[in-house]
């Protein structure tokens, strides 16, 4: 991993306003697989952006249900890690702290992050697929797609699909946070996925000093001020060890 260059550790020192965007890769080493990665064991043949969409369900609601279920059990199975822990720490000691994630894991939520927009929704929200709101589903619901107790529609994950609007509220506050603030951080996103992809941009351009921590390369990389090949457990924790 690399070090935490001198200009980030006193640029964070001075910062008053810290803004985050998270993708995937914050979950990865909690054992949550990235969206790139090959998709594991009966979910190899599909690629997520063909199960993620409006019309996947439309077509076959019972693949979709069966795909998100698998998702949900996963993370029920797993822990916040490291990184998620060190970004409600930074949020601790930051006077003004923003959180976005592309995430729909839950996993900044549990590990404790207050100051959060969920861009993409959440895996665990059941949502009416007719009337668009959450709704409390049997615990032994087994039927596929389940139906909405109030209208009887099909019920579907309150996740962001390809093709439908982000959240306006969560996508404000976001883009707020993104042009106020001293430091931007990019934690493990490819940077491919408008429009949150569009935020750290939009950053730059307000002033922000724009910092990217990724163990690769993305699409990204070139628009920002640093970027710390590294882990994102590994480096959040050192920026907090370099904050003292
Ligand atoms: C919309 C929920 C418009 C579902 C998801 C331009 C403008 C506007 C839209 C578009 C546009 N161009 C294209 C579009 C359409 C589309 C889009 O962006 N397509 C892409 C594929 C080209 N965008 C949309 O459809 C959006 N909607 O714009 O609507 C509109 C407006 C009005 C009215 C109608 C319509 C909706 C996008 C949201 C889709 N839903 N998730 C679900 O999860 O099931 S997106 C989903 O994929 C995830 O949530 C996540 O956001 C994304 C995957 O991206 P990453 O998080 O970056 O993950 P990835 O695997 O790609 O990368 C992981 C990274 O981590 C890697 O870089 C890796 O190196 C790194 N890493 C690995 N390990 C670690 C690590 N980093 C640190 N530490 C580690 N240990």
Redesign the pocket.
């Known amino acids: 991993m690399e070090g935490i260059p001198e200009e980030l550790g006193s640029r964070l020192a001075k910062a008053e306003s810290v803004a985050v965007l998270?993708?995937?890769?914050?979950s990865?080493?909690s054992g949550v697989p990235?969206?790139?990665?090959a998709q594991t064991g009966l979910w190899a043949r599909w690629h997520?952006?063909d199960?993620?969409t409006p019309q996947a369900f439309q077509r076959n609601p019972r693949l979709v249900w069966d795909?998100?279920r698998w998702?949900r059990q996963l993370v029920r199975d797993v822990e916040p890690n490291s990184?998620h822990l060190a970004l409600v720490e930074l949020e601790r000691r930051v006077s003004d702290f923003h959180l976005s994630t592309?995430?729909?894991d839950g996993l900044h939520r549990r590990a404790g992050s207050r100051n959060l927009s969920e861009?993409?929704?959440n895996?665990f929200r059941d949502v009416c697929a007719y009337e668009g709101i959450d709704v409390d589903l049997p615990a032994a619901d087994d039927e596929l797609p389940p139906r909405c107790p109030r209208c009887g529609g099909p019920v579907r994950?309150g996740?962001?699909?390809?093709?439908?609007?982000?959240p306006r509220a969560e996508l404000l506050e976001a883009e707020s946070a993104a042009a106020g603030c001293d430091v931007y951080l990019l934690?493990?996103?490819?940077?491919?996925?408008?429009?949150?992809?569009?935020l750290p941009l939009s950053a730059r351009r307000a002033g922000a000093y724009v910092v990217e921590?990724?163990?690769?390369t993305?699409a990204l990389t070139e628009s920002v001020h640093c970027s710390i090949r590294?882990?994102?457990?590994d480096?959040l924790v050192s920026l907090l060890e370099r904050l003292g």
């Open positions: 998270t993708g995937a890769g914050i990865a080493e990235t969206f790139r990665e997520p952006e199960l993620a795909w998100y998702r990184g592309q995430n729909v861009l993409h929704g895996l994950p996740v962001v699909w390809f093709g439908e609007p982000l934690v493990g996103t490819s940077g491919l996925v408008q429009p949150a992809a569009g921590i990724n163990p690769e993305t590294g882990l994102a457990g480096v």
